[in-house]
């Protein structure tokens, strides 16, 4: 029995499976609602022939896609994705995210770039009205992960190095992440800028000015929310 969240994140997974449309190239992004959509799309797959190709964002997704029959390339094979859904752990008014609540940042924000359109899935308690209760990942390298962290908390944040029960936690790519507790984040862009400009600083989970279309659900409805104006 899926609890009312699980319930939600299932529902616009499987909504967003709509938008995939036949020879599409398509990044597939990572966490419990990206399952959702990556069950689906298997299903669509298997009983429609469609005839797609994905880029996961983490090892998990790819296991996935391969457990869901979802056929997968790389970028030595395409030139770019028609489309990339994914989901977040925060939403603002403006479509600003936070993202890399499950270690996959940097790769969610390569697939991400790498597409025509990028649609995010939520339920609808993920969206805020500023970022910043959550806390924000950043992934560093794991030399000298330590001056970085001053450098990343000189910002005005505390953090703490992500574990997996006892262990450090490693990312994907062999990094380490930061979580930030800046509890209000006024200006993403600059922020993000600001950590970019730290040497050991890898990527950090904000994706601003990114997202086209966020699907939220929300009680037995899905609100569609499309970004105003051009992308940077
Ligand atoms: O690194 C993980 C991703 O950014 C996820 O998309 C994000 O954490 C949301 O995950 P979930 O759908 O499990 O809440």
Redesign the pocket.
């Known amino acids: 029995m899926l609890s009312k969240q699980d319930q939600l994140?299932k529902l616009v997974g499987e909504e967003a499976v709509h938008y995939i449309k036949d020879g599409m190239k398509i990044g597939l992004?990572?966490?419990?609602?990206?399952?959702w959509m990556v069950k689906k799309l298997g299903e669509r797959v298997k009983e429609e022939g469609l005839k797609v190709e994905g880029i996961p964002s983490?090892d998990l997704t790819g296991d996935w896609a391969k457990e869901f029959g979802v056929p997968l390339t790389d970028f030595s094979q395409v030139e770019g994705l028609d489309i990339t859904i994914?989901?977040?752990?925060e939403v603002d008014e403006n479509l600003h995210l936070i993202?890399?609540?499950?270690?996959?940042?940097f790769r969610?924000k390569i697939i991400a770039q790498a597409a025509k359109e990028l649609i995010i899935?939520?339920?609808q308690s993920?969206k805020v009205q500023h970022l910043g209760r959550f806390p924000l990942?950043v992934e560093v390298l794991p030399f000298g992960w330590e001056m970085t962290a001053k450098e990343v908390e000189s910002l005005g944040c505390e953090w703490k190095l992500r574990h997996r029960e006892n262990d450090i936690y490693i990312t994907d790519n062999g990094n380490y992440i930061l979580d930030c507790y800046f509890n209000e984040i006024l200006e993403p862009e600059k922020l993000h800028k600001q950590l970019k400009l730290m040497v050991g600083v890898v990527e950090t989970?904000l994706f601003t000015n990114m997202a086209d279309k966020v699907i939220v659900g929300g009680g037995d409805e899905i609100e569609v929310i499309e970004r105003k104006g051009q992308k940077n």
């Open positions: 994140k992004g990572s966490g419990s609602t990206v399952y983490s994914d989901g977040a752990d993202k890399g609540g499950g270690g996959a940042l969610e899935i939520v339920d993920k990942p989970g």
